[in-house]
């Protein structure tokens, strides 16, 4: 077990210190992607029969990673991770990660309160970033989310992210509301 | 029923519509029927705590508040007659005035589940550890083909010389042609001369400055040995690996030196002697 | 394969930057030496078994470290810049392909400096190579080009390179090589 592919490959996700893609993984390696792909799966179901660790598909690439299962052991050795983000900082983000790019003003539409500091936070953590200006008047600026946001979020790609949908229990109520919307001369389509 | 919120709970609320948001679940209510009457009354009785409790209440708490009192206030008005709507967008019928806080408070909870969601999803990030980059240091790549240019030779080869100059030649031709076994026993003698036959010269001295070539290193050595063989020099060391000194011994001593072959300080000599 | 204390041994050493000694390594998972050894020797079984990765014991401990064989891979990832030769190791490569075969005396001749650590490089790097020994006093090692030299430069043949009247008696030697190599050089094609 083990190609010669597959042992380069593992080895360059264990030094890397962050996600690499096929096509890097295939230009470090100076062969093709098929070839890395390939070699990928191979290593993958290695790495699933028994390891301690494993390779997911993180931030757009492959990264090496202890199994969630052992975390408590790994905790003690290491510093715990770095704080949480508190319930505005998540809430922020995920506003920004279904609309980007979007407005302080369009977040704060949404949340009803001033999202200023919480936005300040997620920059510095690096999550967000500045995605240019809107071309409208006062030119605000436009936030995004980084690579930095999925791999926070354990996400490959921003399509990972569930469809922005209603909760379910309004889900079933949703023709009701459709309809008692519809009498008071509403649509009930929102914007999602 | 009214309300009395349990106080610990107050200030985790993150503005109004997550507080309305709260009171709807809580109380059961019924989203797409906002009994706006219920709401108000349990919302401003939270702000009222919040404000008994001397938490800060924010801005935008106090404006919700304002507008649900608003619509509470139209909703006891009867409909105005369909002209009086004036501009109001598809002149159907009146707009139910709770309308827009509904979709607010529908687009607000959707967010809340996703980011409830994500967070589900950090905790399970955050029970991953990964690596940080490895350090490598001093690792020198075996290098790619075709990488370098004969041209990128040559202007090396240009600079090299440019700079060199006739530098070369000086010090090639010595290290090549001109020194001797003879060259290198005259040098000897003369230093150790013009040192004096008190104080010597040291091993170290009489090597030529590194670069080297190694055979003038030999010759020095092969001199050395020559000159302790006719008795020119005298080679001591005061102690075991010490240094070395090198003496010029007058030419009327000489014979007596080499019969005598004394032992002390010809440590050299007597290896010699062996041949 | 793979008990749960091989298991987090592995994610121990993949998270740790440095050696763990067993001692270490039992606090961490709060158990016995003897145990963490049993459980090393088996991870290490199982690394040397077609792993790209292997676990070494070094400095008291233990640690997680690509195999050397995959050092280039490596390199390519984490250094990617660092493959080109340094101007010292440059100059004396020029010097063993014009005056092969030839001794350190005669590089450091021209150079001026010791070039002992520059033809360690080239030596490692396999551009030049041992061609015997000269027999002269002291039998100097004599260098010469290889064929990844040709490789590396985009050379097929040593004729390739620009030809030079060397003659070390003459004293305008100098000037001339100097000359015919500038001649050369200008007309050399921008790459070859």
Do not use: W
């Amino acid at each position: 077990m083990g190609s010669n592919l597959s042992q380069i490959i593992e080895c360059l996700l264990f030094v890397a210190g962050e996600p690499l893609s096929a096509k890097e993984l295939a230009r470090t390696t100076e062969t093709e992607t098929d070839a890395v792909e390939e070699a990928l799966l191979a290593l993958r179901r290695r790495y699933d029969s028994g390891c301690g660790l494993q390779i997911i598909e993180i931030a757009g690439g492959f990264q090496m990673a202890t199994r969630p299962e052992h975390a408590p052991s790994v905790g003690r050795l290491l510093a715990p991770h770095a704080n949480r983000l508190s319930r505005p900082a998540l809430e922020t983000a995920t506003i920004i990660a279904y609309r980007q790019p979007c407005t302080q003003a369009d977040i704060e539409a949404v949340r009803g309160v001033s999202s200023d500091a919480v936005l300040k936070t997620l920059l510095e953590r690096g999550l967000i970033c500045d995605a240019g200006r809107k071309p409208s008047p006062g030119r605000p600026i436009l936030y995004a989310t980084t690579a930095d946001f999925l791999h926070y979020f354990g996400l490959s790609e921003l399509t990972d992210l569930p469809p922005l949908e209603e909760d379910e229990d309004d889900a079933s109520t949703m023709e009701a509301m459709t309809t008692a919307l519809a009498a008071a001369g509403v649509s009930g389509e929102g914007d999602a | 029923m009214l309300a009395a919120p349990p106080t610990v709970r107050l200030e985790t609320f993150e503005g109004p519509l997550d507080l309305l948001l709260h009171l709807v679940r809580v109380g059961q209510m019924d989203i797409f029927d906002l009994p706006i009457a219920r709401l108000c009354d349990q919302y401003i009785a939270h702000l009222s705590a919040m404000e008994s409790l001397d938490l800060s209440v924010a801005g935008e708490f106090l404006v919700m508040a304002a507008t649900l009192l608003e619509i509470k206030s139209r909703l006891l008005l009867p409909a105005p007659p369909r002209e009086e709507t004036g501009e109001n967008d598809d002149g159907s019928d009146a707009l139910d005035p709770r309308a827009e806080l509904v979709e607010r408070l529908l687009e607000y909870g959707k967010y809340q589940r996703m980011a409830e969601l994500l967070k589900g999803a950090e905790g399970d990030r955050g029970r991953m550890f990964f690596r940080d980059t490895a350090e490598i240091r001093d690792y020198v790549l075996p290098p790619r083909f075709g990488e370098m240019s004969a041209d990128d030779l040559l202007r090396t080869l240009q600079r090299l010389l440019a700079s060199v100059g006739a530098g070369e030649r000086a010090v090639t031709s010595v290290r090549r042609q001109k020194i001797t076994l003879r060259m290198k026993m005259r040098e000897v003698l003369l230093r150790a001369e013009a040192a004096g036959a008190d104080e010597g010269v040291t091993l170290e001295e009489l090597l030529p400055a590194p670069p080297f070539a190694l055979l003038e290193v030999v010759l020095l050595f092969l001199a050395l040995l020559e000159l302790l063989k006719v008795g020119s020099i005298l080679v001591a060391q005061t102690q075991f690996c010490g240094e070395m000194r090198v003496f010029f011994v007058p030419e009327a001593e000489r014979a007596a030196l080499v019969d005598e072959r004394t032992e002390e300080g010809l440590t050299i000599a007597g290896g010699v002697d062996g041949e």
